[in-house]
Structure formats: C-alpha cells, structure tokens
C-alpha cells in the first residue's frame, strides 16, 4: 500500500532513557516533516527535510535529533527523555512546488510516547 | 506571524448541517487547508482553498475569503461518523520553505 508508515505505534519508557522513531514513505514525495501533537490536541512541526537536506527547525530542544538517510525516510531520536516529551509524534510527508506548500500534507499513523 | 482561530467544540444532530469557522492572520497568502481527526487517528486531508468561493465536495464544502481572512468547512448530512476534530491549517512562508500552521481544532461531536 502506498502510504506513510512509523514505528513503533506506542512507546512507553523512563525518563532519562534514549529512544528512537522511524518513518517511512513510498509516495514519492521530496519533503518530509515531523510534527508533535500533545496533550491538548495542538498539532506542531518540529521539522522538515526536502531530499535529506534539513529546511526547517523549530525550536526544539536539542535532545531531539532528526536523521534523513535518504528522502524516503525521516527518522527522530530523542535522548535524555522528559516527562514533557510525552505526546503524539506524527510523521508526514508532500511535494513541495515553486509555489509553495500547495499539496497536502500525508501522515502516519503516529507514535504515541509516554515518558514516566 | 500566523494565528489561527477556531471553535473549540461544537455539537450537532445527526442529519443536519454544521458550518466550523476559522480565521487567521498571516503575513503572506498561500492557501488554506482542512484537515479531519479522528480521536487516536492521523490527520486526513479534506480541502484546499486558495480562491475566493466554495468549494464542494460530496457532503464536505469548503469556504474562502482572503479579503477577511475567514474560511469556513461546511458538513451537510451529518452522519455519527463524522464526529472527529476538524483542523485548519495556513502555510507560513519562512527561511526560503513553506511549513504548514494548524489551528487548534474544532472537536465535533454528532449526536443522534
């Protein structure tokens, strides 16, 4: 199926541990993005890729890693993890035009991670 | 900057219509997009607007106006499925590329 698959589904660790997510997409499209969803439903990017090369970075703690090894993958790893990185992690991906970000965004299924 | 303004929640009644406002700021215009939630679900994405007008699509519409900064998604028919967090979103044009802005959603629930 085509589509945009992360893993794992759900990630339960300690504090302090390091964790990783990995996304994969076979639409074909050059951009990828992570976004996080807490708590209170509110969706927000943390960061984009265009052909592996990183295009935007929220600010976002530097525990937070994202790797692009190629531009069908984007994967993220976290270290150090807080009580507060506890939240849904989506992965998504499009094809950005000259004209901007006009195609919609796909997205994975997401990674629901509890610190405790 | 971007700000995106929607209703928290909103309730309807199987079978009826219900019209979700959002309204935004932006410094540029680059278009508007819909998204549907489903609780524990992906975002899906329903409409693009980047005119003036409605746009329809099946039981779904979607409204524009760039000149009031105001976009509305129409739902006709309401079915018990379609009880969901419906999400606005804006492009932001910074650093050369395009991410996309989401409001922080309109939880809809349908009620027989």
């Known amino acids: 199926d085509t589509a945009v698959s992360q893993t794992p589904k759900y990630l339960v660790t300690q504090m302090g541990n390091d964790k990783s997510i990995k996304c994969e997409q076979n639409?074909?499209?050059?951009?990828m993005y992570w976004y996080k969803q807490d708590s209170k439903k509110f969706l927000k990017i943390m960061f984009s890729?265009?052909?592996?090369?990183?295009?935007i970075n929220e600010t976002v703690p530097n525990r937070f890693s994202p790797k692009s090894p190629d531009k069908a993958h984007l994967n993220l790893h976290i270290n150090s993890l807080e009580l507060g990185d506890s939240a849904v992690y989506f992965c998504?991906?499009?094809?950005?035009?000259?004209?901007?970000?006009?195609?919609?965004?796909?997205f994975g299924n997401g990674t629901r991670l509890t610190v405790t | 900057g971007q700000n995106i303004d929607q209703p928290t929640e909103m309730t309807a009644t199987e079978g009826a219509i219900v019209q979700i406002n959002c309204t935004y700021q932006t410094s540029g215009f680059n278009g508007l997009f819909w998204y549907q939630q489903h609780a524990g679900e992906a975002p899906t994405f329903l409409s693009y607007?980047?005119?003036?007008g409605l746009e329809e699509k099946g039981r779904f519409s979607s409204f524009l106006s760039r000149s009031k900064g105001y976009s509305y998604l129409l739902l006709k028919e309401l079915q018990m499925k379609d009880s969901a967090s419906y999400l606005c979103a804006v492009p932001m044009f910074s650093g050369g590329y395009n991410k996309l802005i989401f409001g922080a959603g309109t939880r809809l629930a349908v009620h027989p």
């Open positions: 998504a991906s499009s094809q950005l035009s000259p004209a901007g970000l006009n195609s919609p965004l796909h």
């Open positions: 890729y265009n052909n592996k090369e990183l295009i």
């Open positions: 607007n980047v005119l003036d």
């Open positions: 639409l074909g499209h050059d951009t």
